[in-house]
């Protein structure tokens, strides 16, 4: 069981910005592998340091997550997400048409990007998310972020505010909360090879994705919702 913390709490006003010492704050305490919940343009996260395994460790235990699926990682730009995948064609063309937003790209980790899994695991799911505030927090921090859905594993994911409040406060050691968010989920496509593979349909269609990418082989189309 988590040990019970102080939870802080930032309240997000209608501008949807926070005070730059705010943002500050939150990007010193990624840094130091304290543990955030946000708001993203799909559901509320929770995430930190992609650096420290320490980090992920203590997210997998807030949430009651199986420690056996790897957490996916958020940055601010495409760019950024190059230092720590393999980027490919496909990567670059779906990029170039969903980033930001709700796409989560899998791809092989750069030699540097290794640091981001486990070394039973051949890939990394990467996303720029479409929430400025989010990725101001996460550049200022410079540091891929972790981060998985803000919920308790096998319970829905949280898109309010409130919710995320009443049930994170005392165990994660910042809340931004901002309200509802969108709801949803990023649509999550393996680009490692040189036909997309859809692992699950989200905010992006199989059919957007596959306008963007044709399939060499029509008979690979599977979808997993």
């Not at 305490?29 to 919940?37: G, M, V």
């Not at 790897?70 to 064609?89: M, N, R």
Request: glycine letters at 8%.
């Amino acid at each position: 069981m988590s040990l019970k913390v102080d939870t802080k709490i930032f309240h997000v006003g209608d501008a949807g910005k926070l005070p730059d010492e705010a943002v500050q704050t939150l990007a010193e305490a990624a840094k130091a592998c304290r543990i955030i919940i946000f708001p993203t343009d799909t559901v509320y996260g929770v995430g930190s340091t992609g650096l420290i395994k320490a980090a992920s460790r203590r997210i997998y235990q807030i949430k009651a997550r199986p420690s056996i699926k790897p957490l996916p990682v958020l940055v601010w730009s495409a760019e950024e997400a190059k230092k720590w995948v393999q980027w490919t064609d496909q990567a670059e063309k779906l990029s170039q048409k969903f980033w930001p937003g709700g796409l989560t790209l899998v791809l092989k980790p750069t030699q540097q990007g290794k640091i981001l899994t486990f070394p039973e695991y051949q890939t990394v799911a990467i996303r720029v998310p479409n929430h400025p505030l989010l990725n101001e927090i996460i550049k200022a921090s410079g540091l891929p972020w972790v981060s998985t859905s803000a919920n308790i594993s096998g319970s829905p994911a949280l898109s309010k505010g409130e919710d995320v409040v009443n049930t994170f406060r005392g165990t994660v050691d910042y809340i931004v909360s901002a309200g509802n968010t969108p709801g949803g989920e990023s649509s999550v496509i393996d680009a490692t090879g040189k036909t997309i593979r859809i692992l699950r349909e989200g905010k992006i269609s199989a059919a957007q994705a596959f306008e963007v990418c044709p399939p060499e082989n029509m008979s690979v189309m599977g979808v997993k919702k």
